[in-house]
């Protein structure tokens, strides 16, 4: 070989040894993002959430999820629920809880109780099934994989019930009544998670606008993973 193919060889040699060098770099700053990155556990009921990732087991599956500016983590309940707030919007909620087919016949009788098949399609016949409330028609989505239905509803105003609510559906706690009250617009998410029914309620109060929360909530519905699990009261 001459000397100027030696030479070349020798250069070949020095940029191959840099471009292994900085693969080895690159993959170790991938790594230490992704572990800078896994998500923090959620915090205590008043916190509002600096941007990044989340992770809670209340609703039995372990659900992580990232948030931008603004939300903040709702009052703590007793149960398998987690409620996010907007804090630029009073009135506006996202809730993850669950569907385990217990349902109020009459939604203005407390006592009405009774167990239908737990699944996402008896999940929405229920609330669109609700004589009150004013449904559009189901739209399959998927999260994380999990396949489902989105139900929009509104909610218009109502004097026929002795309570200013509805009762739509019994979350396994305490006083777990899922309500509507007249005058709010919500999307429901209902997914199948190997059986666990998690459901994603997205609710905008009278006269609170409903658009720009279901943007930001359907953005964090979107980041969602899901690890199935079982809810133990």
Avoid: H, K
Avoid at 211 to 233: K, N, Q, W
């Amino acid at each position: 070989m001459s000397r100027l193919g030696i030479a070349a060889s020798i250069r070949r040699s020095t940029a191959l040894a840099a471009l292994l060098v900085a693969g080895v770099l690159a993959a170790l700053s991938f790594s230490a993002a992704a572990q800078s990155t896994a998500p923090e556990e959620l915090p205590e009921a008043g916190t509002e959430l600096a941007p990044g990732r989340y992770v809670s087991s209340a609703v039995g599956p372990t659900i992580d999820f990232r948030v931008g500016e603004g939300w903040l983590v709702s009052p703590e309940v007793d149960g398998p629920v987690i409620t996010l707030e907007r804090t630029a919007q009073p009135g506006t909620v996202l809730t993850i809880t669950r569907f385990d087919g217990v349902v109020y016949v009459d939604p203005c009788d407390p006592t009405s109780l009774t167990d239908v098949d737990v699944s996402v399609g008896r999940f929405v016949e229920v609330v669109a099934g609700n004589p009150f409330l004013n449904p559009a028609p189901p739209s399959p989505i998927e999260v994380d994989g999990y396949a489902g239905l989105s139900l929009d509803v509104a909610t218009p105003a109502f004097d026929e019930c002795p309570r200013p609510y509805l009762l739509i559906w019994a979350l396994p706690m305490p006083d777990g009544q899922f309500i509507q009250v007249g005058g709010q617009q919500s999307r429901f998410v209902a997914v199948d998670v190997e059986g666990d029914i998690v459901v994603i309620a997205i609710e905008s109060f009278p006269g609170v606008p409903f658009g720009r929360l279901l943007d930001e909530a359907m953005e964090l519905t979107r980041s969602m993973r899901i690890e199935p699990g079982e809810y133990v009261p």
